[in-house]
């Protein structure tokens, strides 16, 4: 079964700390994937990456940067923490295919920022 | 660019009985996959069935299917004898699969189904 561990479940920060939030996949998939999730708005794409070191913007990444130096870990950075970041971080991997294959979720990472 | 639209923002069905969600998309690709996820309260993303656009038949999962009409750009899920453990978010994604290493997917906004006992 794949397996998509996110570090924390619920984290409470303070407005401007730098905030990571980390994602690690036990499945060698070449995607992984960084979306928030709010009400009213579903998941909407951060940053997304296709291989090591390699990174794309996704639909809303100001204010977030990415790191993945592993194959299985992708990071998310919030640089300087607002309280319009406050949301539900949601995690996802896939591999690459010529015919969508389904990502793969963590449990999701309810943040705060105060 | 990919949209979905989701007009039901919830629902509240009688147990056993069918739900029907409803899921319509906008996109330019010739070839794109549309999923469906199920999200429970404890907040997991729980996959549930696919449709490639080249498909002809509808897709199945056991209770779940697609009903897939690709002219009016629609792709709606189709829950059979529903059950209480079927309350959740439910999320409808498309995919564009003309592009090898463009597997990004666009969620649409969600429905929230209860089912009654």
């Known amino acids: 079964d794949v397996k998509v561990t996110q570090s924390s479940r619920y984290l409470v920060k303070r407005t401007g700390e730098k905030v990571f939030l980390e994602c690690v996949q036990d499945?060698?998939?070449?995607?992984m994937f960084w979306y928030r999730q709010d009400p009213g708005l579903g998941l909407r794409l951060i940053y997304f990456?296709?291989?090591?070191?390699?990174?794309e913007k996704g639909d809303i990444p100001e204010g977030y940067s990415v790191s993945r130096e592993k194959k299985e870990r992708f990071s998310l950075i919030l640089e300087s923490a607002s309280t319009n970041q406050t949301s539900m971080y949601l995690c996802?991997?896939?591999?690459?295919?010529?015919?969508?294959?389904?990502?793969?979720f963590g449990d999701g990472t309810r943040l705060s920022i105060l | 660019a990919q949209k979905i639209t989701q007009t039901q923002p919830g629902m509240f069905v009688q147990e056993k009985e069918a739900v029907t969600l409803d899921c319509t998309y906008d996109t330019s690709d010739q070839s794109y996959g549309l999923f469906w996820y199920k999200q429970p309260s404890s907040g997991e993303m729980i996959f549930l069935i696919y449709q490639g656009s080249y498909d002809e038949q509808n897709a199945t999962e056991g209770r779940y299917s697609l009903n897939f009409q690709k002219a009016r750009k629609s792709a709606n899920l189709v829950i059979s004898a529903s059950q209480l453990g079927d309350s959740a978010m439910y999320f409808c994604?498309?995919?564009?699969?003309?592009?090898?290493?463009?597997?990004?997917?666009?969620f649409g906004t969600g429905t929230r189904l209860t089912i009654i006992p």
């Open positions: 499945m060698d998939h070449e995607n």
């Open positions: 994604a498309m995919g564009d699969i003309s592009n090898f290493g463009n597997e990004k997917l666009t």
């Open positions: 990456s296709y291989d090591v070191k390699m990174k």
């Open positions: 996802a991997s896939s591999p690459r295919s010529w015919d969508n294959q389904p990502q793969h």
